[in-house]
């Protein structure tokens, strides 16, 4: 997985915004939970979670780098 929603972890704790609030504000169920598994979401939820938390994307994603196959 080269997506990490590691920063949107860490940006929701340091400004107190629970899963709970992002679910009432409009966000699936189901894409809440593919973010606690940095699993892929698409660019109209982000766009969705940038308004509702009033941040950009690089607060929210970070790109990690694979290890290439040995």
Do not use: V, W
Not at 38 to 47: A, E, G, K, S, W
């Amino acid at each position: 997985m080269a997506i990490s929603f590691r920063p949107m972890r860490e940006y929701m704790e340091k400004h107190h915004i629970s899963y709970y609030r992002l679910g009432n504000e409009g966000i699936d169920a189901q894409t809440l939970q593919r973010i606690r598994h940095d699993q892929p979401i698409t660019t109209t939820t982000l766009d969705a979670l940038c308004r509702i938390m009033d941040c950009q994307p690089g607060d929210l994603i970070e790109y990690i780098k694979e290890a290439p196959d040995a």
